[in-house]
């Protein structure tokens, strides 16, 4: 007992949390856990510190066990890592983007889901998911401006829905919503005297 109550206290690194997050996405795969504990859980994943509070996330799913043992080794993590846009890949995180008379951008390339977030006041905001996979729950992406501007490019293929409120601003859509069956990114956006616009990556050809 005292082995284990010390191990549990111990630092987790990056692989550990990565480890995690593919017992957290095969159980979401299942049906175990639904989209919003899903989410929930992978933020006290990544918010988490030590072996103990990865463990309580993943307490009652099963392989928790294997946490202590392999605490720290990154290699188990590659053998078992599955291919970029399988239903067990780990979503990347995108931090919120922030641009106060400032400028900065996010370009995902692994697999992301969930809500993204973008806040221009007197800045500019990327958001280039043109080379991300978007998983099967989609992505929002919350835009909100003032005096600013937030461009967002999709992939070829995106099924694009937009909403929100323009106040003395622009909101700028996609002129073609995209294939019904595509990847899903929905856009809510507040534009107060500056612009949010969707842009569409050019569709790749041989």
Known sequence: MADSDSSSRLRASDADRDRVAQLLGAAHADGRLAAEEYQERLDRLYAGRTLGDLERVSDDLGGAEDLRGAAGSSEVVAAGAPERGGALAVPE????????????MARPTGRIEGRLVAVSVFGNVQVDLSHATIGPEGVLVTANTVAGAVNITVPADARVTMTGLPLVGSLSPTRDPGPVDGPRVVVKAFAGLGSVTIHRAESETL
């Open 93 to 104: 995180r995108v931090r919120p983007q922030l641009a106060i008379l400032s400028q900065t």
